[in-house]
């Protein structure tokens, strides 16, 4: 069933007379039903999309996300509103979503959006959310390469799963998110390097060269510094993630807090001693808190948050940050 974002979607489409993006949306719904195995309504939706204008008719090949056990599928719904970075930063995430928009019109002077993105950051951070943020604004399916059945179960075939995926990118237009990519992404100079892992990183060098489809390519790493630099002037952005500022911390309280309490308002020695926390870890706090405040039917205090954020570092202290 259609969310009530693509139900808005497809009638704002349809009053812009904007085909490619009525026709997204339109697939993107077929997409989410077919991962519910209404393969019957996918393809007649599929269908309808093929009759629709003159742009690209064949996104998604479904038979082809579910032959290929690497692509996970899903519809996020995640919006850039909910994204809590550096204003820096939001503003190159929204240059990406421009620019997405605008493609007709970039390719029409000879240039190109920027689709190849390198995200680089300390784990949550937002480097996943990012990624479902790019694909819900650009109203694209979210595919996730599962990268433990790319490295270790296709051990020596790995180049051919490789042209399945980027095979996938061409033909099915999505947003296309390599976590955890220095699994593949190592630089070939490293000592500990065995020569099947250059092979992938060589293969994967040579695929995203020659990929010129319109769907968006996402890749995560937590340490930059083990990517191979080779990697770096392949992709259009390289966007560095850090752990959250004063001011984050406050609006990671205040937007996670405010539709449960709205009173609540985090000190400043709240905010300090979760300044060594992470996005998520942050997120996980006031999750912790509102679920006790519910189960003991009392208000959050500081005294509980601070509580709740001694008790994530401690159960962090053996991580890294």
């Known amino acids: 069933m ?11 489409a349809h009053n812009d007379n904007d085909n490619d993006k009525f026709k997204t949306v339109v697939l993107q719904i077929a997409a989410y039903e077919a991962k519910l195995n209404h393969e019957t309504l996918a393809r007649e939706l599929k269908k309808l999309a093929e009759k629709t204008g003159n742009a690209r008719a064949n996104i998604l090949h479904f038979n082809q996300m579910q032959n ?3 692509l996970s599928m899903s519809i996020p719904a995640e919006r850039i509103k909910d994204l809590i970075v550096s204003d820096e930063i939001r503003d190159r995430i929204k240059r990406i979503l421009n620019e997405f928009k605008n ?3 970039l390719r029409s002077y000879g240039m190109s959006n920027r ?34 059945k790319l490295v270790t179960k296709f051990m020596g075939e790995t180049s051919s799963k490789l042209r399945q995926i980027f095979d996938s990118v061409e033909n099915s237009i999505g947003v296309y998110f ?16 065995v020569g099947e892992m250059r092979r992938i990183l060589n293969s994967f060098l040579q695929f995203i060269e020659q990929d010129k489809s319109e769907s968006i390519i996402v890749a995560a790493t937590n340490n930059q510094k083990l990517l191979d630099q080779a990697l770096f002037r392949r992709f259009d952005d390289v966007l ?33 001693e979760s300044l060594v926390l ?30 709740l954020v001694k008790e994530r570092l401690t159960l962090y202290s053996g991580k890294e940050a």
């Open 2 to 12: 259609a969310t009530a974002d693509q139900i808005k979607s497809l009638i704002k």
């Open 68 to 70: 290929n056990p690497m």
């Open 103 to 105: 493609r007709n019109k």
């Open 115 to 148: 689709r190849k993105i390198l995200i680089e950051g300390k784990p949550g951070t937002g480097k996943t959310f990012t990624a479902s943020v790019i694909a819900s604004e650009t109203g694209l399916p979210l595919y996730t390469v599962q990268m433990d």
């Open 178 to 193: 390599f976590d955890e990519f220095d699994a593949i992404g190592a630089d070939r100079n490293l000592d500990n390097e």
């Open 240 to 272: 560095h993630y850090s752990m959250p500022t004063e001011s984050e911390v406050k609006r990671l309280y205040q937007y996670k807090l405010a539709a449960y309490q709205s009173d609540f308002v985090p000190s400043n020695q709240l905010i300090e």
């Open 278 to 307: 992470s996005h998520a870890e942050i997120i996980r706090v006031c999750e912790d808190a509102i679920k006790e405040s519910i189960l003991a039917d009392n208000k959050i205090t500081q005294a509980k948050m601070l509580n």
